[in-house]
């Protein structure tokens, strides 16, 4: 389970990401890679860390 400073490490992180993934759209909007691209390159790499739930039946 993570500790406030694991989720805090996280939220951080993403608004890094994001904040740089606008910033590379607004500045060279012609050449920037593709949000698959940009989501394997800063975060597909990371571990999956929920469990898959298989959606109730019916």
């Known amino acids: 389970m993570a500790t406030r400073r694991h989720r805090a490490v996280g939220r951080r992180t993403g608004a890094a990401i994001d904040g740089a993934t606008r910033d590379l759209y607004r500045l060279n909007p012609d ?21 898959i739930v298989s959606p109730p039946p019916g």
Request: glycine share 10%.
């Open 31 to 51: 050449e920037a890679p593709g949000p698959q691209a940009m989501f394997a390159r800063f975060v597909g790499w990371t571990p999956f860390r929920r469990t």
